[in-house]
């Protein structure tokens, strides 16, 4: 029997089982936790490695390039990349899309342990970080304070992190920017001579005197007792009375030689809230939260937690990630809203009955529910691209369901019953229905097999799209004809009342199109050779402005964040990087009336998010404006003003401005040339030289290099005879000076269940000049002292402050971001240049960025799109037993192109990979209703009509349905393409492309794919007399 038949058959059992779906998708719909974006299992790995006191050289030479030769052989790896900057080593290890990250990990710490023997000995353990999308923060807020500030880490830790900590959800609550405190040390130079002690002895009597190990157990009658030494510091007091040496027969404590206080560690960054010194901390979720509810919980625990804070400590909300994932779903959601709205009232339109719009509305939500289904069973979440997709797919989950009703009523019209209207009616049209459905899982399934990050994304679509249109195939085929042999009855055109006169006056205006149509392809096919000659030099014509389309990575939003990068001269220390910062606080401030509030960082050694910064000479800004409704200027228009304030400001060297959101996908400088080369003179020259042509060009802005201006640094080259005649080592004097000048953790103080470094060095006055280094003295074997400036001499030289590799060899990024140009133009002018280049063999030049990451998608896409096409002919082939007809119905495609190309260019907008989508999409929608015009031509064909009449009459006759799906899909488009709402803008260019490619493909379908197929059949048969 029949699935149909058996439906129809059985209206209560059928019934049940759709209740029961639509219960299960309820269920599952309470339990779909919220995110922004699907979760990406990144495939990249750092490993970061602190070398104090070390330059950007001698990082790469005694750091980055061993562990480069040890983590090169990782199995699965893709790239290697790393930075060697002042005191710090970032290597990246990226690896094949699909590579098992655990495993990944496991042999990246494997080699870590082997690397631990090539390192230095003052090196510190590498830390492995692997990219985590829980580890972005849900929450951040600032801190700041008056006079609590010295006291500002403690507060925060008692009275903001353990209550956080606490809640449900909360995975960790990191704090950056605090002031540190320690136990400093400050040793007097002077002392330390005439008791003849230098740092690393003092550290070795401190370490010494702080110990607490077991020593045993004692067994005392029939008890027994753990035994253990403590000599732990209780207090500051107790460091001061270790005794680190005996000189002459009497003994030397600390405080004879040293200052002991508490105090906090150097900062390396200064963090500004509106111009209030403070700190930030940020609320990260566990890996399975919710994150919007994490937020829920942490923003009700605020208000208790800013009572009990000091009167002059505030906190300042700077993100909450929750609100735009609930606003873009919130939007998103309306969208979806309004798409069904649209659907139902075209439906309402051409079939002009309440009851037929009923039977053809109830496969929307049992369609859309099973999607939430298919999210719970892959533990996905409800995420703006989830979301997205059923909006996608809603203009689709009625197609099968208007034809097939459609059918039905024309059956009920000529006098059937609804049963056997519904019955036969369905069986008709059933297998084109199933072929029309097969075509659209042929174009998303190949989606599934995307990797990477834009993998995850339109693999989500792919899947979520095949679930959807497979289900209301189903419903099609079964709710909808039970459900129309129950309700639905011949149109009533006598009856009264304003609703009966408009579905007279709407049914006299559709046969008054189909007369027109009727008109049209009459003359189509008389005139077929014409006919094909126009259609071909239309579609010639948009091949002609393909070069006229612009092209892009990612479309950007405009999200009401502005942010600046920017560096000063190399050599410029904290407080002076500071002082430029406060100044430009106040005049963006002044001058930018959509502010809302400014962030800013002066010195970025780290961030909250795990990574590592520059120098004490950089600096960022974040600026947050007020709400688009009220503001008159665009984020990028502010973008535009905030870079003439960079410019204007002389001590700033390079400044980067970056505005928008491109949904985590698209980098900050989307043109990005790679010089590679190992000499650090030659690629910093011809670096400056392209930088010079690209600022040239028109679009870019922001042209910056990666590796800063070379700074002068101090050497001290030591003599190894002098060395060899005292006895020493370079190592032994090393640590001696780097003791006195950077300090020496010594020890951990233990105080109320908090630990603090005591921390050895010099004074600040007997370090601060290089008379004083060459004066600063070493203890020799014998115990006699002698000068740092007769074991060597100190030398200036010229260094870059960070040094970039890729795969081992030496790089510099030229970067620029671009503006009201496509990314493809400004790349043809860059690259123009380069080729015009004489470049010496030791050098080579690479393109990176948004264009190769565009590049590689493109060519992803376009792959998937020929296996498409491949499964679309071979689902027709099927379907025909021809293969020769899938080529008429597969004519339509190129003119779907020819009407997104034309959609383009009439919008402005260049080709995204988010259009590119769009346009791969078509595919399956286009064919869809080519096959069901050719099934039902060729289904009069078998009936005995003559070809041209078939022609005429079936193409006619599926006018309707034909309009009615075309115009569900297109409608379900706009609210994409009219951005309403947040998130809207990233779908915007493949809305655009499907409403410009269906509409056009259309009408090929309606008069092109008819006559074609008219002149194949003509081809085919030596009896030509049906065709006229």
């Known amino acids: 029997m029949n699935i149909f038949r058996l439906a129809v058959s059985r209206p209560i059992a059928t019934s049940m089982v759709f209740i029961a779906i639509m219960v299960f998708g309820i269920y599952s719909y309470i339990r779909l936790p919220v995110d922004l974006f699907p979760e990406v299992d990144s495939p990249i790995i750092s490993v970061i490695t602190s070398y104090e006191g070390a330059g950007a050289l001698e990082v790469e030479r005694n750091v980055t390039e061993h562990l480069e030769s040890v983590l090169g052989t990782t199995p699965e790896l893709l790239e290697i990349t790393s930075t060697?900057?002042?005191?710090?080593?970032?290597?990246?290890?990226?690896?094949?899309?699909?590579?098992?990250?655990?495993?990944?990990?496991?042999?990246?710490?494997?080699?870590?342990?082997?690397?631990?023997?090539?390192?230095?000995?003052?090196?510190?353990?590498p830390i492995l970080q692997k990219f985590d999308a829980s580890a972005i923060p849900v929450v951040i807020y600032s801190v700041t304070a008056d006079e609590s500030y010295p006291e500002l880490e403690q507060i925060i830790d008692d009275y903001i992190v353990n209550p956080l900590n606490r809640i449900s959800g909360v995975g960790d609550v990191s704090v950056t920017g605090a002031p540190s405190r320690e136990v400093q040390v400050v040793l007097d130079p002077e002392r330390l001579r005439a008791y003849n002690l230098d740092v690393p002895q003092i550290a070795q009597a401190l370490q010494a005197e702080n110990i607490s190990s077991p020593a045993g157990r004692v067994d005392l009658g029939t008890e027994s007792y753990n035994l253990r030494v403590n000599t732990e510091f209780r207090s500051v007091d107790d460091i001061g009375g270790v005794i680190v040496a005996n000189y002459q027969g009497r003994q030397v404590t600390l405080d004879q030689v040293a200052s002991?206080?508490?105090?906090f560690a150097d900062e390396d960054a200064i963090s500004r809230v509106n111009g209030r010194q403070g700190l930030t901390f940020a609320v990260q979720k566990q890996t399975e939260a919710n994150t919007v509810e994490v937020s829920e919980r942490v923003m009700a625990q605020m208000p208790a937690i800013a009572e009990s804070l000091p009167d002059d400590v505030e906190m300042t909300l700077i993100i909450d990630t929750s609100d735009f994932i609930v606003d873009a779903i919130n939007n998103l959601s309306s969208v979806l809203f309004?798409?069904?709205?649209?659907?139902?009232?075209?439906?309402?339109?051409?079939?002009?009955?309440?009851?037929?719009?009923?039977?053809?509305?109830?496969t929307i939500p049992v369609s859309l529910i099973v999607g939430f289904i298919y999210l719970t069973l892959v533990g996905s979440t409800l995420n703006m691209i989830s979301l997205s997709s059923l909006s996608i797919a809603l203009g689709m989950v009625v197609d099968d369901a208007i034809v097939v009703l459609e059918n039905i009523m024309q059956h009920i019209e000529r006098g059937s019953t609804p049963r056997e209207a519904a019955i036969h009616g369905t069986g008709e049209v059933g297998v084109a229905v199933v072929a029309t459905t097969l075509t659209v899982v042929a174009v998303?399934?190949?989606?599934?097999?995307?990797?990477?990050?834009?993998?995850?994304?339109?693999?989500q679509l792919g899947a979520i799209v095949v679930v959807t249109v497979v289900t209301s195939t189903v419903a099609a085929l079964t709710l909808t004809p039970m459900m129309g042999s129950l309700m639905m009855k011949p149109v009533d055109e006598k009856g009264r009342g304003p609703?009966?006169?408009?579905?007279?006056?709407?049914?006299?205006?559709?046969?008054?199109?189909?007369?027109?149509?009727?008109?049209?392809?009459?003359?189509?096919?008389?005139?077929?050779?014409?006919?094909?000659?126009?259609?071909?030099?239309?579609?010639?014509l948009s091949v002609a402005l393909v070069p006229r389309v612009g092209t892009e990575f990612m479309p950007i939003s405009d999200d009401g964040f502005v942010t600046v990068s920017g560096e000063l001269e190399t050599s410029r220390s904290l407080e002076y990087t500071s002082e430029v910062v406060t100044r430009l606080e106040a005049q963006i401030t002044e001058e930018v009336p959509e502010l809302k509030r400014l962030n800013s960082t002066s010195g970025t050694s780290g961030s909250m998010f795990g990574g590592v910064g520059g120098g004490k000479n950089e600096f960022q800004l974040r600026m947050e404006l007020i709400d688009q409704d009220d503001r008159e200027r665009s984020v990028f228009e502010v973008a535009d003003q905030v870079r003439g304030i960079m410019a204007g400001t002389p001590e700033i060297v390079t400044s980067t401005v970056t505005a928008g959101n491109s949904g985590g996908a698209g980098s900050a400088q989307p043109v990005a040339v790679e010089i590679r080369g190992f000499n650090l003179e030659q690629t910093t020259a011809l670096a400056r030289d392209l930088a010079e042509h690209m600022e040239g060009i028109e679009g870019t802005r922001d042209v910056n290099l990666s590796r800063g201006e070379s700074r002068p640094e101090f050497e001290i080259i030591f003599d190894r005879e002098r060395l060899s005649d005292f006895g020493l080592t370079s190592a032994q004097v090393a640590q001696v000076v780097r003791g006195n000048i950077a300090g020496q953790t010594a020890t951990i103080f233990r105080r109320d269940g908090d630990e603090y470094d005591v921390v050895l060095r010099y004074a600040e006055g007997e370090r601060s000049s290089l008379e004083q280094v060459r004066e600063m003295t070493v203890n020799t074997p014998s115990g006699a002292r002698v000068r740092l400036e007769d074991l060597g001499e100190i030398k200036e030289f010229m260094v870059p402050p960070n040094i970039e590799r890729i795969d081992r060899e030496r790089m510099l990024t030229v970067s620029a971001g671009i503006e009201g140009r496509p990314l493809n133009l400004v790349m043809e002018d860059v690259r123009e240049w380069v080729d015009a280049q004489n470049l010496p063999p030791q050098i080579a030049i690479t393109y990176g960025g948004d264009f190769q990451e565009q590049q590689e998608?493109?060519?992803?896409?376009?792959?998937?799109?020929?296996?498409?096409?491949?499964?679309?002919?071979?689902?027709?082939?099927?379907?025909?037993?021809?293969?020769?007809?899938?080529f008429v119905?597969?004519?339509?495609?190129?003119?779907?192109f020819t009407g997104v190309i034309l959609a383009l260019l009439i919008t402005n907008t260049p080709l995204s990979v988010i259009g590119l989508i769009g346009a791969i999409i078509l595919v399956g929608i286009v064919v869809k209703n080519a096959i069901v015009l050719i099934d039902y031509i060729?289904?009069?064909?078998?009936?005995?009509?003559?070809?041209?009449?078939?022609?005429?009459?079936?193409?006619?006759s599926r006018l309707r349905p034909v309009l009615m799906t075309t115009l569900t899909t297109i409608l379900a488009m706009i609210p994409l393409a009219l951005e309403i709402g947040e998130g809207a803008e990233l779908w915007k260019p493949m809305a655009i492309s499907v409403i410009g490619g269906l509409s056009f493909s259309t009408v090929v379908t309606l008069i092109i794919v008819p006559v074609l197929y008219g002149m194949f059949e003509r081809n085919a048969k030596t009896e030509t007399g049906g065709m006229t």
């Open 499 to 540: 609703l009966k006169a408009l579905a007279r006056g709407i049914d006299k205006g559709l046969r008054g199109i189909e007369a027109v149509y009727r008109g049209a392809l009459g003359v189509a096919v008389r005139f077929r050779k014409t006919t094909m000659l126009a259609a071909l030099a239309v579609f010639g």
């Open 338 to 362: 309004y798409a069904v709205v649209f659907v139902v009232l075209v439906v309402l339109i051409f079939l002009r009955q309440w009851r037929a719009t009923i039977v053809i509305a109830a």
């Open 444 to 459: 998303f399934l190949p989606l599934t097999f995307l990797e990477g990050q834009t993998g995850v994304w339109f693999g």
């Open 938 to 956: 060729k289904l009069l064909q078998g009936r005995g009509q003559p070809i041209f009449e078939a022609i005429v009459d079936g193409s006619v």
């Open 857 to 886: 998608s493109f060519q992803d896409l376009f792959l998937i799109l020929a296996l498409s096409l491949i499964l679309v002919y071979l689902v027709m082939a099927g379907q025909f037993e021809s293969l020769k007809e899938p």
């Open 889 to 896: 119905i597969m004519f339509s495609i190129p003119f779907a």
């Open 84 to 125: 060697s900057m002042d005191n710090v080593s970032v290597v990246t290890l990226e690896f094949n899309g699909g590579a098992n990250m655990d495993e990944a990990t496991n042999n990246v710490r494997d080699r870590l342990g082997q690397a631990e023997f090539l390192l230095p000995d003052d090196v510190n353990d």
């Open 260 to 263: 002991i206080r508490e105090g």
